[in-house]
């Protein structure tokens, strides 16, 4: 896990664009504060530079930026390829490979490039990355990332005149550093920001700034000139192959076993100390379970909880800990010490990133850190296996709506609404606790009431501001896969299509930006199992009775984890890793919010109309409605905008 930047074109040379790019990389140590190095071809005008958190093979020969044996090849390279010992004999069989200097994955994609070309070289890797190659005998700079998105990459053109030239780096706060870049903020950008709290690739908070797609390679000539980036490989492409073959169940769970144990295996390969996060929930147990299981010493673990109901999750991951005897080290955090992340946040996640689990995020990859330098994830388990509530919601919804008038849904609708959401919240809560925020979601379902059809529908079940660009002056919504502009997904039904989007959208674009920043932060290096590529193709040739059963997801990745943890430990309801974001904007975010939020401040700014924006934050102080969300969205904006004039 690394840093990367780089510089194409432009007028600076020698010393100057060695330094500009020195810039770059120091703006991102935290990324790799072991080692840092930088090339430059002064006559073509590009420089590379890299930050080195170091993994893999520790010695020198792991140095970067690196040149391939041939000598055509200069690539610096961010991430994990589990197989590259696979790779390693794979070039000695066909005679291709060279007289290795050391054992770095770095050092085999190289020898593959030089062997097969860089496409393919990716085709037959296993692993999460973002690269750079410079061909010193085209004169063609190659961009490159992982097939989910685990490693990002920007990249964009700034600079006017002989200045104009292309960057790209890990990080934002990399190109903020060269003396080019412009920071026009994007007011497109801000609308898709405040629809799903996150912002969508390719797009980036800044014009002329693109996030490189996941599983896609951007060619471009000395000058920055090329097509647009081609896809190397598809997400959901194996279950739009036809009817998919159903296995009997327990072959199905079998090699769903075997599948992930070796996953596990090969990211538990690490020269320096290693753990896992553990949350005591279906996905992050399967992957410790399989550690502990093939491992030769006790698995470390980590979870952090909070002393308030219905946020603490730590008292299941320690039981789960205990049943499998891992070393397992938990932190009990207060609400001060929760707070006291949000002033980080606008550093830490580098754009307007509104995802509120970001802060126990950082705080459990903090804890992490004090011990090992590598922790293994369970995320990817929801988007594969059927694990979000809200497939199951949406597509019983949608066939009951389909069969009615459009007319009659909307005056359904207008009924639902006629009632104040804290009426249906009393009436929820007398039947169940867990029905204290019916009103909220009541009010939320009546806005989609109306769809025309099931992606519509996701699109209103997972937006945050329904009409952003009627909230953000000067925007207009650009269209992106969930609001006009979808993949093709054919032969899927309606809980498949959801999933397929959020394996495209949501997970690489918010869970996994979330998870690499809060870990990169603190110089601690993540691996996904759940999302090694051979998984995800598993997972969606797979029939959707192997995953929904009874209304329950991720029925098959349960038999997996029933191998080594009883029922009792797991089956509850999905709890997720928030905070009680609601109350603590009631009460000791609220001045800190208010600063914020202040009408004056948002009139002078130009950014947002300030009247619906004051509008919730007046029904949330009040207690009549929960906005906390919607307001998070804005806040976060705020904080990263006045963050950025520092």
Known sequence: MCGIAGILGGDLRGDALLSACRAMTDAIASRGPDDQGHWLDATAGVALGHRRLSILDLSPAGHQPMRSASGRYVMVFNGEIYNHLEMRRELLLAQSAPQWRGHSDTETLLAGIDAWGLEQTIRRSTGMFALALWDTQQKTLSLARDRLGEKPLYYGWQGEGRAHCLMFASELKALRAHPAFGGRVSRDALALFMRHNYVPAPHSIYTGIYKLPPASILVLDRAGRGGAPVAYWSAPHPATRGAPVVPAPQQAVDELDVLLRDAVRQQMVADVPLGAFLSGGIDSSTVVALMQAQASRQVRTFSIGFDIAGYDEAVHARRVAEHLGTEHTELYVTAEQALKVIPRLPAVYDEPFADSSQIPTLLVAQLARAQVTVALSGDGGDELFGGYARYVLAARLWRRLEALPAALRKFAARLITA??????????????????????????????????????????????????????????????????????????????????????????????????????????????????????????????????????????????????????????????????????????????????????????????????????????????????????????FQAWLEAQAQ
């Open 419 to 636: 009632v104040p959401p804290q009426v249906w919240s009393g009436m929820g809560a007398l039947v169940s606790s867990r029905l204290a925020r019916l009103g909220d979601r009541l009010h939320k379902g009546a806005g989609v009431l109306a769809s025309s059809d099931i992606d519509r529908l996701y699109l209103g079940l997972v937006s945050h501001w329904d009409e952003p660009a009627a909230l953000v002056l000067g925007s207009t919504e650009p269209a992106t896969v969930l609001n006009g502009k979808p993949p093709l997904l054919d032969g899927l039904d309606e809980v498949e299509r959801m999933m397929a989007l959020d394996l495209v959208t949501y997970l690489p674009d918010d869970i996994l930006v979330k998870v690499d920043r809060a870990a990169m932060a603190v110089s601690l290096e993540t691996r996904i199992p759940l999302l090694d590529h051979r998984v995800v193709e598993f997972a969606w040739s797979l029939p959707l009775s192997l995953k929904l059963r009874d209304g329950a997801g991720k029925w098959i990745l349960r038999q997996v984890l029933y191998r080594h943890v009883p029922p009792a430990l797991i089956d509850r309801p999905k709890m997720g890793f928030g905070v009680p974001l609601d109350s603590w904007l009631r009460g000791p975010l609220r001045n800190w919010a208010e600063a914020l939020l202040e009408p004056e401040r948002l009139g002078r700014e130009g950014w947002f109309d300030p009247a619906p924006i004051r509008r919730k934050w007046a029904e949330h102080l009040s207690g009549r409605r929960n906005w906390a969300y919607h307001l998070w969205d804005v806040l976060v």
